[in-house]
């Protein structure tokens, strides 16, 4: 994992609360997430056609994202990293229990 000190803030992925307000704004937006790969997911809000990058890496035991969006970049639980967050945890599990 390279270091992305300084150039980009990287939010941490709490509890549900620290990302609940992200999580509800997601279920009412309902953005299309792609998976790029384990870890790296493209999301589009279906509306305006918008797509941000966003990441999820594990660090110390604790889960961190990023969002390319303006959001995202000021270290904000934005509803892009909640509905890619969402996607995570599911693979993880899954990977998890092969
Ligand atoms: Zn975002």
């Known amino acids: 994992m390279t270091e992305t000190e ?4 990287m939010i941490q992925l ?4 620290a990302i609940e307000k992200a999580i509800t704004k997601a279920r009412t937006v309902k953005p299309r997430v792609h998976v790029n790969c384990f870890g790296s997911y493209t999301v589009t809000n ?3 056609g918008a797509t941000y990058t966003v990441t999820c890496e594990k660090r110390d035991g ?3 994202a990023s969002c ?3 959001a995202g970049e000021l270290g904000r639980a934005c509803y ?4 890619a967050a969402g996607i995570h945890v599911q693979l993880a599990t899954e990977q998890a229990s092969h």
């Open 6 to 9: 300084g150039a980009k803030k």
């Open 14 to 17: 709490t509890t549900a609360t």
């Open 46 to 48: 279906k509306t305006t």
């Open 62 to 64: 604790r889960r961190f």
């Open 68 to 70: 390319t969006c303006k």
């Open 80 to 83: 892009h990293v909640a509905a």
